[in-house]
């Protein structure tokens, strides 16, 4: 929210869309009433068949998580084409690899520069949305079946 109310100003259009966790509490409005962005920032539900879209019309997914098991909504957004800025924590870049920019986690002026930099730089979006595509090509779940049955064997 910070790094979004710190680059809002860069584009007059562009909104913050927080997707999943429920709705705002009171003190998450008022923070944002705060910082001058309430009015382009919002909370919504999807449907799984609605995040392919929402992810494919976003100018950037953000996701500023310290700590990931996993990190599938960045597989989702890179295979969807989206341009990913991810924290610089745990799986995140093993998962987004070249095909992601990061920060570092907490750092809210570098990750507002880093959203800066990718809203202002139409080849670097491009090349991050086909780089991720590719990316996320790696992650099947015939490769995890195949990656779980080599690790059965070589413990046997």
Wanted: glycine content about 8%; proline content about 5%.
């Amino acid at each position: 929210m910070q790094a979004f109310a710190a680059i809002a100003s860069v584009d007059p259009d562009l909104s913050l869309l927080f997707i999943g966790g429920g709705p705002f509490t009171s003190e998450e409005r008022d923070f944002l009433r705060g910082l001058g962005i309430a009015d382009r920032t919002q909370q919504t539900s999807l449907s799984d068949e609605d995040m392919p879209s929402a992810y494919a019309n976003a100018t950037a997914f953000v996701f500023p998580s310290s700590f990931e098991g996993f990190g599938m909504p960045v597989l989702e957004a890179m295979a969807s084409g989206c341009p990913t800025i991810l924290a610089q924590a745990t799986s995140l870049p093993e998962i987004g690899g070249e095909a992601a920019v990061y920060f570092s986690p907490g750092d809210v002026e570098e990750l507002a520069d880093k959203m800066k930099l990718v809203i202002n730089d139409r080849t670097l979006r491009e090349n991050l949305g086909l780089k991720g595509l590719e990316r996320a090509s790696h992650f099947t779940w015939a490769h995890a079946a195949k990656q779980t049955a080599e690790a059965y064997r070589s413990t046997l």
